[in-house]
């Protein structure tokens, strides 16, 4: 081991705890931010520990060696990530796009940004991010921190130029002494994709009754007749009686409808066929397929064929989580469908016939009320979303 191993500590992600602010009331005061840096331990590197539900994605955590984690910077880049000075008429921040009170995302077909304009594409969510490192419908980001700053200087989006946006911020006390302390380099607009990208990475959904009702359904499945007759079980393996009827307490003060319970049978199904891709901790493969969304037009948006060029690739766009997606509507990389219910339908019919639809993308047999039900299971995928303060900027 290195005589100067830094020192480290481990968090759970999902909870206030990195999130909440530099301790206190209203702008952020040049004292109270010297205070913060002069604490030891947020320069400590954090390791992280995912919530449950999103837990078995631990081994797929995404960019920490190349950018580690201290509360400083999680800080940093949560000020940064309501920051409308970023933007050239200060009107833009990336909540505008991406609000926690809106999912994370934004309920506008397309996002909004600078002047009232639009793109053809509809904001995804920018939580979880943790586990993947492609961003984009398209994926031609390489990273998180890649794409934080694309927005500064999209001409539609935030509508600046990185210089500017660097001398804005090293004309701000407030954010100069935080990067100043954070960076060796001070302020440049590489570590403001660092900072942004640190605190995306600890905004996750918390457990979701679906993850409830997985843990007993994975312990009935390992323990099977063991746990039937709980009295006896509490006799001959007191820890594995406490476990199961903590995870059946949980499961009880977190319901999974009836209805959902049958959507989860469909969505796991070969019938429903939805984990071919929708699948893994945050429900999704992280790869890029042609559902037929758009495909009508007269020249459509290539989604994925843009970056690769690649033919197997015309019309696919990312696939995109499930967590939590009843609070992320419209859907789609056109945002051009408002509900669950569409989408499902979207489905049923075998999505938008067209030369490069995905070959497992067929029309699927299920009544109006399995329909229904996939809907409510995917309701069921809701979880808490890590709690952020909005406010508290340098003044
Ligand atoms: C004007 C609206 C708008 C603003 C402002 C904006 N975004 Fe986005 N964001 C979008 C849209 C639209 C996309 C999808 C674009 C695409 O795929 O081509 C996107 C994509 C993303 C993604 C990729 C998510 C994924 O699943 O691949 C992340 C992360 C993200 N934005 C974070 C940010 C950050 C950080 C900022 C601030 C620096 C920001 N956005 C500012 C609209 C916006
Ligand atoms: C072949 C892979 C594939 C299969 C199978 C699949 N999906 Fe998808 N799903 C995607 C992709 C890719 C998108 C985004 C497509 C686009 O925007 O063009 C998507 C979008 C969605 C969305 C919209 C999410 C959002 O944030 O916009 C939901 C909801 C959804 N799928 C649910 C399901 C369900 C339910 C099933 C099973 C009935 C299913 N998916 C089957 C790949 C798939």
Redesign the pocket.
Same mark, same amino acid.
């Given at each position: 081991m290195p005589a100067e191993e830094a020192a480290t500590e481990t968090v759970t992600l999902g909870t206030a705890e990195l999130t909440s602010g530099i301790p206190g009331e209203g702008p952020l005061k040049i004292g109270e931010i010297n205070a913060w840096l002069d604490k030891g331990t947020n320069h400590v590197t954090l390791n992280v520990v995912l919530p449950k539900g999103m837990d078995a994605g631990q081994a797929a955590i995404k960019g920490l060696d190349a950018n580690p984690l201290t509360r400083a910077k999680i800080e940093l880049g949560r000020q940064l990530?309501f920051e409308k000075r970023?933007s050239a008429d200060s009107t *833009?921040?990336?909540a505008?796009?991406?609000h926690p009170d809106e999912g994370w995302a934004r309920h506008t077909q397309?996002?909004?940004?600078i002047d009232g304009q639009t793109?053809n594409?509809?904001?995804?969510?920018?939580y979880n991010?943790i586990l993947?490192d492609l961003?984009?419908?398209?994926g031609r980001a390489a990273s998180?921190e890649e794409?934080?700053?694309g927005?500064?200087a999209n001409p *539609?989006?935030?509508g600046n130029t990185h210089e500017k946006a660097v001398e804005t911020l090293k004309g701000i006390e407030g954010y100069r002494i935080q990067f100043e302390r954070i960076f060796p380099d001070g302020v440049t607009i590489d570590n403001v994709g660092k900072a942004?990208a640190s605190f995306?990475r600890v905004v996750v959904t918390g457990p979701s009754p679906f993850d409830f009702h997985e843990t007993v359904v994975a312990m009935q499945k390992a323990f099977g007749d063991d746990l039937e007759d709980l009295d006896a079980l509490k006799e001959e393996d007191p820890e594995l009686h406490d476990k199961y009827t903590a995870a059946l307490a949980d499961a009880e003060a977190h319901p999974m409808s009836e209805a959902a319970r049958r959507g989860r049978e469909i969505f796991f199904s070969a019938r429903g066929n939805c984990t071919v891709c929708h699948v893994g901790a945050n429900l999704t493969d992280e790869k890029y397929h042609n559902l037929g969304v758009g495909m009508e037009a007269e020249e459509p948006d290539w989604g994925r064929f843009v970056v690769t060029n690649e033919e197997a690739d015309r019309g696919a766009f990312?696939t995109?989580t499930i967590r939590n997606v009843a609070n992320t509507a419209p859907y789609m990389?056109d945002g051009s469908q408002a509900t669950l219910e569409e989408v499902v339908k979207w489905y049923v019919v075998g999505g938008h016939p067209n030369l490069h639809l995905s070959k497992e993308i067929k029309p699927l047999d299920l009544t109006e009320s399995e329909q229904a039900d996939l809907v409510e299971f995917m309701k069921a995928c809701s979880g808490e979303f890590t709690p952020v303060t909005q406010d508290r900027l340098p003044e």
């Amino acid at each position: 081991m290195p005589a100067e191993e830094a020192a480290t500590e481990t968090v759970t992600l999902g909870t206030a705890e990195l999130t909440s602010g530099i301790p206190g009331e209203g702008p952020l005061k040049i004292g109270e931010i010297n205070a913060w840096l002069d604490k030891g331990t947020n320069h400590v590197t954090l390791n992280v520990v995912l919530p449950k539900g999103m837990d078995a994605g631990q081994a797929a955590i995404k960019g920490l060696d190349a950018n580690p984690l201290t509360r400083a910077k999680i800080e940093l880049g949560r000020q940064l990530y309501f920051e409308k000075r970023l933007s050239a008429d200060s009107t *833009i921040s990336c909540a505008d796009c991406h609000h926690p009170d809106e999912g994370w995302a934004r309920h506008t077909q397309f996002g909004e940004g600078i002047d009232g304009q639009t793109g053809n594409r509809n904001s995804p969510v920018s939580y979880n991010r943790i586990l993947s490192d492609l961003q984009f419908w398209d994926g031609r980001a390489a990273s998180l921190e890649e794409q934080a700053v694309g927005p500064i200087a999209n001409p *539609i989006e935030m509508g600046n130029t990185h210089e500017k946006a660097v001398e804005t911020l090293k004309g701000i006390e407030g954010y100069r002494i935080q990067f100043e302390r954070i960076f060796p380099d001070g302020v440049t607009i590489d570590n403001v994709g660092k900072a942004l990208a640190s605190f995306e990475r600890v905004v996750v959904t918390g457990p979701s009754p679906f993850d409830f009702h997985e843990t007993v359904v994975a312990m009935q499945k390992a323990f099977g007749d063991d746990l039937e007759d709980l009295d006896a079980l509490k006799e001959e393996d007191p820890e594995l009686h406490d476990k199961y009827t903590a995870a059946l307490a949980d499961a009880e003060a977190h319901p999974m409808s009836e209805a959902a319970r049958r959507g989860r049978e469909i969505f796991f199904s070969a019938r429903g066929n939805c984990t071919v891709c929708h699948v893994g901790a945050n429900l999704t493969d992280e790869k890029y397929h042609n559902l037929g969304v758009g495909m009508e037009a007269e020249e459509p948006d290539w989604g994925r064929f843009v970056v690769t060029n690649e033919e197997a690739d015309r019309g696919a766009f990312k696939t995109p989580t499930i967590r939590n997606v009843a609070n992320t509507a419209p859907y789609m990389h056109d945002g051009s469908q408002a509900t669950l219910e569409e989408v499902v339908k979207w489905y049923v019919v075998g999505g938008h016939p067209n030369l490069h639809l995905s070959k497992e993308i067929k029309p699927l047999d299920l009544t109006e009320s399995e329909q229904a039900d996939l809907v409510e299971f995917m309701k069921a995928c809701s979880g808490e979303f890590t709690p952020v303060t909005q406010d508290r900027l340098p003044e």
